[in-house]
């Protein structure tokens, strides 16, 4: 069985704390390659989203130089809103060799009582959380947390940040950085 450790999200932009989360839980659980699955439209929030293109290219630029680290589609190629259960029954469909789980920060684990079918999913997958400031990483369902040094960065944080001209030169990896700059992303609301 091939281990691929998930991390699912907006990555509106993607940033450094995406990049550490995946890298550290992949050395902590022996993962052979996170595969990082950008949605189409988040299940759970209703903020206007900027191009699903540019976001892919974003990640794309993030993630290339390090060779664990894979861009999946198949939430970006289905459209419309994807629920993690569906995405997880397709994956382990088609991946019948794989042995999947699924990193989530502390403010997803405060939330996950309001995932689409949660009881069904915890079958299907194993969850891994991390630290997160601001959330706390408990809950009664059986995840497993792997302890990491906190980075205190988000996207919106990095969107905020832009919209009143402050840098974030150093919270995101620097292509991506100078893809922001070069199509003036965020800079209006
Ligand atoms: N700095 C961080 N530390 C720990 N987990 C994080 C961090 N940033 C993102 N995550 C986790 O990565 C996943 C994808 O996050 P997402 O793409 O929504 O970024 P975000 O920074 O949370 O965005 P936003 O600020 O727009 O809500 C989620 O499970 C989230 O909890
Ligand atoms: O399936 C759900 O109900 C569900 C609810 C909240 C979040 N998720 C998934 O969790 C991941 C992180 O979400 P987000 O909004 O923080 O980018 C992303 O892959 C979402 O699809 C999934």
Wanted: hydrophobic share 40%.
């Amino acid at each position: 069985m091939k281990r691929v450790g998930i991390l699912g999200g907006t990555f509106n932009p993607p940033h450094l704390g995406h990049l550490w989360i995946a890298e550290e839980v992949r050395i902590a659980m022996e993962l052979e390659e996170i595969w990082f699955i950008p949605t189409y439209t988040p299940p759970h929030k209703d903020e206007s989203k900027i191009d699903a293109s540019d976001r892919l290219n974003m990640l794309d630029l993030a993630i290339r130089d390090n060779e664990y680290f894979k861009l999946n589609t198949i939430e970006l190629e289905r459209k419309g809103k994807s629920y993690t259960l569906q995405t997880i029954k397709e994956l382990k469909m088609k991946y019948s060799d794989h042995e999947f789980c699924f990193i989530i920060g502390a403010d997803m684990v405060e939330y996950l009582p309001n995932w689409y079918k949660i009881d069904e999913l915890m079958e299907l997958i194993r969850f891994i959380g991390v630290k997160r400031f601001g959330y706390k990483l408990e809950t009664s369902y059986p995840i497993i947390t792997v302890d990491i040094p906190m980075v205190d960065i988000s996207s919106s944080m990095i969107r905020e940040r832009i919209f009143n001209e402050r840098s974030v030169k150093y919270m995101l990896p620097d292509p991506v950085y100078r893809y922001i700059r070069e199509y003036k992303l965020y800079e209006n609301r």
